[in-house]
């Protein structure tokens, strides 16, 4: 089964910041990345899906980037709002998500 | 718009079985498999499976092959999630979720097994 590493666990920004979490698949997944959004007490919203499509609705800011094993969630300029825990989903081969980055505020 | 509503929050005792219902509105059923998602409190999202909503194939990861089945009331636009012979470690928010990308998902439901 693919395993995926998602980094950091744990990250404090400002207002403003660029802001990247990254996920590492222990093979080659070919893009089949996703990204997704949980705000406290919400169901999870995908962001990004085959790493980098916007899904409809989702502010520009937020894009996706990788190929092979490493793919990157960048957002531009943080906003209080995204405020949340972020998940990677590799569906190359059955589907595996990340252990989470939580994003706070500093 | 395109929507899924999960049933209510349950209490249950280990070694008893419940049903969780996913209703989906705003598209057609058939066209998008459902996914299932589980997420003990305070962790990370737990891959379970999905069911082909026009044949009814269910496919179950690793950890869900034992006591769980997945189903549809395809007539009703609904898929469900039955867990057999709860344990604690079930306690859990059980999320549905569309089609292969995951795009739309329900509320979740908190499952709570305590003796």
């Known amino acids: 089964d693919i395993q995926m590493t998602q980094s950091p666990s744990f990250l404090s920004a400002s207002v403003g910041d660029r802001v990247t979490i990254n996920c590492k698949a222990s093979?080659?997944?070919?893009?089949?990345l996703n990204w997704y959004q949980q705000k406290l007490g919400e169901a999870p919203k995908l962001l990004i899906y085959?790493?980098?499509n916007l899904q409809t609705g989702i502010p520009s800011r937020f894009s996706g980037s990788g190929s092979g094993t490493d793919y990157t969630l960048t957002i531009s300029s943080l906003q209080p709002e995204d405020v949340a825990t972020y998940f990677c989903?590799?569906?190359?081969?059955?589907?595996?998500f990340g252990a989470g980055t939580k994003l706070e505020l500093k | 718009q395109i929507q899924l509503v999960q049933s209510g929050p349950e209490l249950k005792k280990p070694g008893e079985s419940l049903k969780i219902s996913c209703k989906a509105s705003?598209?057609?059923?058939?066209?998008?498999?459902m996914q299932w998602v589980k997420q003990a409190p305070g962790k990370g999202l737990q891959y379970m499976g999905w069911?082909?909503?026009?044949?009814?194939?269910?496919t179950y990861a690793d950890d869900f092959k034992e006591r769980f089945v997945f189903s549809l009331e395809t007539s009703a636009s609904t898929a469900y999630l039955q867990i057999n012979n709860l344990k604690n470690e079930d306690t859990a928010t059980y999320f549905c979720?569309?089609?292969?990308?995951?795009?739309?998902w329900g509320q979740g439901v908190m499952v709570t097994v305590s003796s």
């Open positions: 705003g598209y057609t059923f058939t066209d998008y498999a």
């Open positions: 989903l590799q569906h190359s081969s059955r589907y595996t």
């Open positions: 085959n790493t980098n």
């Open positions: 979720a569309r089609g292969g990308y995951l795009g739309y």
């Open positions: 069911i082909n909503t026009q044949t009814g194939k269910p």
């Open positions: 093979q080659n997944i070919n893009k089949y």
